[in-house]
């Protein structure tokens, strides 16, 4: 039985820098206006980053939380393998 072949992903890989700006735009945006959204933010990175979750679950959980941010949404494409990115916004339509 032939092996299918591997997506190919055309992006160049994603550096510690492009996470800290990322973090840094969840902080502006989220951390003062609403604490307790920015808070559930970084509580599923961190059970990402523990592995509690897998990727499937942190993509869905991070659109429920971002829903209304699509820059932010889209920006997180950038962190997910190739074949979890979505569109948002008018090109993709919304999430919600």
Known sequence: MARPLPLHDPRPQATYEDARSYMEALRDEFATADPEKFEAILNVLRAFNAERIDTAEVVARMEELLSGHIEL???FNQFLPWCY???HGPAGGNIH
């Open 85 to 87: 990115i979505r569109a």
């Open 73 to 75: 949404l889209h920006d």
